[in-house]
């Protein structure tokens, strides 16, 4: 019995020490994972001491403040944090704004020391493979780079001869080749590695040779840019997010909408598509790129391209997958595409049925000509009182051909509606106003501010809209020299 008793305590202490053990063991494993979370970045820069330095961070096209920390008499100090920040390419910089860049993905527990007076050739790094690599990298081309400089300072010399000049052309050229496969070699080589991706999506695509011809020639002639346009993301990795976090990403987006899409509404629409379709591979990416795209066709200054910002709306925000925006933010922005739409470009105007000066009903559509002035003013409008005898002066050179104006005051004070259009002599428009506010023209012509100027042809349809009296003279002299129907002195 004794012996079965201490057996029964033996495999009962064993059982609570196998018990315990596995406990510390889950605990010094959630120990860890909780510290490996954390950041800790520790620096020396030799000729810097007692004083502030900055952590900073790229995002986008533009860069922000992370974290600060004082540099000691020796030049050490530490950034640390208790949660790892997000990965990307971070800056340190002195107060004198000079910097160098840091690479944090999985491994944010590192050191390095430099000197300040070059902080990326006297870098040396410790505990980051990523930094590491980085830096060798940037060194490697850099020493690569200044054997070129001094063959392009003797080509750009006036007294190198042509030959000697054709001679150092083919040089530096070997040169630059050698730098790009050095590149593709070292993308090659540490695949999966931030800096890898960073690189890589640098690249632009290698373009095949064009399919040719029965006689020779390319069967299509803009092979070489469909295809550039059509693989131009190819090398990016859009399912890790570090890459919002570099300039790359911002640059890489704003050259396809402005440098490689045709500057038309659909063309731009279909970009849009395309691009944020791939960006769903990530939800960063994904909300950064839609908030790109509608911010910047919402303020642009060139007509007709809210088009997209509407677009946008409807594809993304009405289908309630804008996660990042809260309910009221939604309203205000559907809203918001819901008064630009019936404004836009191509579309036919609404309808306006107002009275004249005669109080007489008059409808927009009763206006015949083959061009239609539909503007907004207001009587007590200090700014109308200014352009629209600008108005007045384009409208007199075109009214020979047929062009007509609907105006109309958006307030209702009859005399000063009548004193405004004596004074300003626009007694031969088509005055009307809307003394119920039944027409909803302000909700129909999204009209905030006056004076407000659209142009309507024959049938109606809006085909410009929100110009001052110099666009318009602009828009009428095209619309007429088209047709050969120029005002004298304007050809």
């Not at 373009?207 to 011809?213: F, K, R, T």
């Not at 379709?277 to 795209?293: C, D, G, I």
Request: glycine share 4%; net charge positive; aromatic share 14%.
């Amino acid at each position: 019995m004794i012996y079965k008793f201490v057996d029964q305590q033996h495999h009962y202490f064993m059982k609570k020490i196998a018990i315990n053990f596995f406990l510390l063991t889950i605990l010094a494993f959630l120990s860890n994972n909780l510290l490996a979370q954390a950041y800790s970045i520790k620096g020396n820069i030799a000729g810097l001491k007692d004083t502030s330095i900055f952590l900073g961070y790229h995002y986008a096209d533009k860069q922000y403040l992370k974290d600060t920390t004082e540099i000691d008499s020796k030049g050490n100090f530490v950034f640390k944090g208790d949660k790892k920040l997000d990965g990307g390419i971070y800056l340190i910089v002195t107060p004198d704004k000079r910097y160098c860049e840091v690479l944090l993905a999985d491994d944010q527990d590192f050191s390095f020391t430099t000197d300040l007076k070059d902080m990326v050739m006297n870098m040396k790094i410790t505990g980051s493979t990523e930094n590491e690599l980085f830096y060798t990298y940037l060194s490697t081309v850099s020493k690569m780079a200044k054997d070129i400089e001094p063959m392009k300072r003797e080509m750009d010399s006036e007294t190198t001869k042509a030959e000697k000049k054709e001679e150092l052309k083919k040089q530096i050229e070997l040169k630059e080749k050698e730098i790009g496969n050095f590149r593709k070699d070292f993308i090659a080589k540490n695949k999966g590695t931030f800096v890898s991706k960073l690189f890589l999506a640098m690249e632009d695509p290698e373009i095949p040779e064009p399919p040719m011809g029965p006689d020779g020639k390319p069967v299509d002639s803009l092979f070489s840019f469909k295809y550039y346009r059509q693989h131009f993301f190819d090398n990016i990795d859009f399912s890790d997010d570090k890459i919002l976090r570099s300039p790359v990403y911002h640059n890489k987006v704003k050259m396809y909408f402005e440098k490689l899409t045709y500057q038309i509404p659909d063309s731009i629409k279909k970009a849009a598509d395309f691009v944020v379709e791939k960006s769903r591979a990530n939800k960063e990416l994904f909300k950064y790129t839609v908030w790109y795209l509608t911010t910047t066709y919402e303020q642009s200054k060139i007509m007709g391209f809210d088009a997209v910002f509407v677009h946008m709306v409807d594809e993304v925000y009405a289908k309630n997958e804008a996660f990042w925006m809260d309910s009221t933010q939604l309203t205000k922005i559907v809203k918001r595409a819901n008064d630009i739409r019936p404004t836009l470009l191509g579309n036919k105007a609404t309808n306006l049925t107002m009275v004249d000066t005669a109080n007489k009903i008059v409808n927009l559509y009763s206006v015949k000509a083959p061009v239609t002035l539909l503007y907004f003013w207001a009587s007590d409008c200090g700014h109308c009182k200014k352009e629209t005898p600008k108005v007045v002066e384009v409208y007199n050179k075109y009214k020979k051909y047929g062009v007509k104006v609907f105006s109309i005051n958006t307030k209702r004070d009859v005399s000063e509606w009548k004193k405004f259009i004596k004074e300003k002599e626009i007694e031969d428009w088509i005055n009307v106003y809307d003394p119920t506010g039944q027409s909803r023209f302000h909700d129909f012509y999204d009209i905030y501010s006056t004076p407000v100027l659209y142009i309507l042809d024959k049938d109606k349809k809006i085909v410009a809209k929100r110009i001052d009296s110099e666009g318009l003279d602009q828009f009428l002299k095209r619309e007429f020299e088209m047709n050969d129907k120029a005002p004298t002195g304007n050809k």
